[in-house]
T-cell receptor, first 111, second 111 residues
Framework: DQQVKQNSPSLSVQEGRISILNCDYT??????FLWYKKYPAEGPTFLIS?????DKNEDGRFTVFLNKSAKHLSLHIVPSQPGDSAVYFC??????????FGTGTSLTVIP | DTAVSQTPKYLVTQMGNDKSIKCEQN?????MYWYKQDSKKFLKIMFS???????INETVPNRFSPKSPDKAHLNLHINSLELGDSAVYFC??????????FGQGTRLTVV
């Protein structure tokens, strides 16, 4: 039973444009959401997070939006850069317990 | 300085063997995890340890056993390896903010 889903396995975006990665979850107990970036042959690295008490968190070019009623969050990258090309994982946790990950979205930013 | 390090990075072994993967974190985190990334790239929690006590154990075969000699280490022992155990295994630790930090992964290939 997959509690965190990323329905788009891949996404291609032109350099300079906005990248929007989506994530859905089913467990209403989740109160903390994270995005991780993963390059080949490396472990996932933390990118940005959001608590369930917020609906938006911004860090430079990265913004995460949370819609609790829809159980949906998204990651916006603007402007997209070729170095952003990687696999992005959405993750969620409840009360600081284990993290549940989505299956990832492979982002390709075309120069 | 590597925050979460795991060894070896690559492991090729025959079916039926017993092997171990080591993990160490120098972040002072209380909770450590083992994740398995299968061929479908899905990151699935296997174990988590908090202050040397197992707090979550998903439906993982008992051939897999985590061993934590101290708070900074969480090793993964696998007995009687099977072909289906081939995957990338990630160690992680998390801080009180709920942010997880990952090792670089161990690619296990069972032949």
């Amino acid at each position: 039973d997959q509690q965190v889903k990323q329905n788009s396995p891949s996404l291609s975006v032109q350099e300079g444009r906005i990248s929007i990665l989506n994530c859905d979850y089913t467990n209403s107990m989740f109160d903390y959401f994270l995005w991780y970036k993963k390059y080949p042959a490396e472990g996932p690295t933390f990118l940005i997070s959001i608590s369930s008490i917020k609906d938006k968190n911004e860090d430079g070019r990265f913004t995460v939006f949370l819609n609790k009623s829809a159980k949906h969050l998204s990651l916006h990258i603007v402007p997209s850069q070729p170095g952003d090309s990687a696999v992005y994982f959405c993750a969620a946790s409840a009360y600081g317990n284990q993290f549940y990950f989505g299956t990832g979205t492979s982002l390709t930013v075309i120069p | 300085d590597t925050a979460v390090s795991q060894t070896p990075k690559y492991l090729v072994t025959q079916m039926g063997n017993d092997k171990s993967i080591k993990c160490e974190q120098n972040l002072g985190h209380d909770t450590m995890y083992w994740y398995k990334q299968d061929s479908k790239k899905f990151l699935k929690i296997m174990f988590s340890y908090n202050n040397k006590e197992l707090i979550i154990n998903e439906t993982v075969p008992n051939r897999f056993s985590p061993k934590s000699p101290d708070k900074a280490h969480l090793n993964l022992h696998i007995n009687s390896l099977e072909l289906g155990d081939s995957a990338v295994y990630f160690c992680a630790s998390s801080n009180r903010e709920g942010r997880a930090f990952f090792g670089q992964g161990t690619r296990l290939t069972v032949v």
